[in-house]
């Protein structure tokens, strides 16, 4: 059965260095190219943390040095759309023909509208770039006035704001480039966050949750599934413990429930599984699945993953449809 799936690329598909990337996203995209071989139409979205740190930080080092411009944060995640989009698409249309499947690849740089009143302007949230140890944090913190946080146990991350959402400028365009057959790449890094003036759209500086913007993204597409990848296999309760418990599937009620049991961990598990809600509260009859990037294929076919549904209990994962 032939799907239109928006899949959203966690970090474990990219990499920290053009080199390691490049190398990264060949795995990925012959598991992409997986689900294009067996006739289903693909939309790729993307995060973009570690890889506009690292942008931001170039550019901050050429500018206090005197050898470059100062670059806005906007046009920072501009560049790693391009940087990403580039290595993904190249990796896929090489995958494509290697297969012998007549599609091309695209990247469509991406804006997507915020609310400057957003309260994430006064919370900011979001890591992005390279992890230091407490005490190098604090050192810059006092160097730079950057808000920097503990990442889960991997080190301290600068944060930056990250708004909600609102509507996808350019989604006509995936549209209808998606509809031709194609395979696209948009709202890269959850995309360029932009505010509506009266003198048009206008950059500002953040960073949306690109599992946000991919459940935004198959919603506005009419996507079938939405499907979220990460380190794991499955969506599990009690993580980590002696009781922990991997999920097959979840409905709506059943992932409030663990969510009011804070069974998700913020920045981590909780905000993909808000995404799939999300979609599956305003799609027609879409699914969003989450599992991980060796597992795609498998979960597409039943096989594996945490699948979310509106309100019902797929029990026996060999014989649910999608």
């Not at 690292?54 to 906007?74: H, R, T």
């Not at 663990?258 to 995404?275: C, D, N, R």
């Amino acid at each position: 059965m032939k799907n239109k799936i928006v899949i959203a690329l966690g970090g474990n598909a990219l990499g920290n260095s053009p080199k390691e990337q490049l190398e990264l996203v060949k795995n990925t995209a012959s598991s992409i190219v997986d689900l294009i071989e067996d006739g289903n139409d693909v939309i790729i979205g993307h995060g973009n943390g570690p890889q506009v740190g690292m942008i931001n930080l170039a550019m901050e080092n050429a500018f206090n040095s005197n050898v470059g411009p100062e670059i806005p944060f906007p046009e920072c995640g501009a560049m790693s759309q391009g940087y990403i989009g580039y290595h993904l698409q190249q990796a896929i249309a090489n995958e494509l023909s290697r297969r012998k499947i007549k599609k091309n690849c695209s990247t469509i740089v991406t804006q997507v509208v915020v609310s400057e009143n957003d309260e994430a302007f006064t919370n900011e949230t979001k890591p992005i770039g390279s992890f230091y140890t407490k005490k190098e944090a604090e050192s810059l913190s006092k160097q730079n006035g950057y808000k920097y946080v503990e990442d889960s146990g991997r080190g301290y991350r600068r944060v930056v704001a990250s708004p909600d959402p609102l509507n996808i400028v350019e989604i006509d365009t995936i549209d209808k480039v998606s509809n031709l057959g194609d395979v696209v790449i948009a709202v890269g890094g959850g995309g360029i966050p932009v505010i509506k003036t009266e003198n048009g759209y206008e950059g500002i500086p953040a960073v949306i949750d690109k599992d946000k913007s991919c459940s935004l993204l198959a919603t506005s597409l009419d996507a079938d599934m939405l499907i979220i990848l990460t380190a794991v296999e499955k969506v599990a309760i009690n993580f980590g413990k002696e009781n922990q418990s991997d999920l097959d599937s979840l409905t709506i009620d059943e992932a409030e429930k663990y969510i009011s049991e804070k069974q998700f961990a913020e920045g981590s598990m909780l905000p993909k599984i808000e995404a799939s809600l999300d979609f599956v509260n305003n799609s027609t009859n879409g699914t969003a699945i989450i599992t991980s990037l060796d597992k795609l294929k498998e979960a597409v076919n039943n096989k594996t993953g945490t699948i979310i549904t509106k309100n019902k209990v797929l029990e026996d994962k060999k014989t649910r449809s999608l």
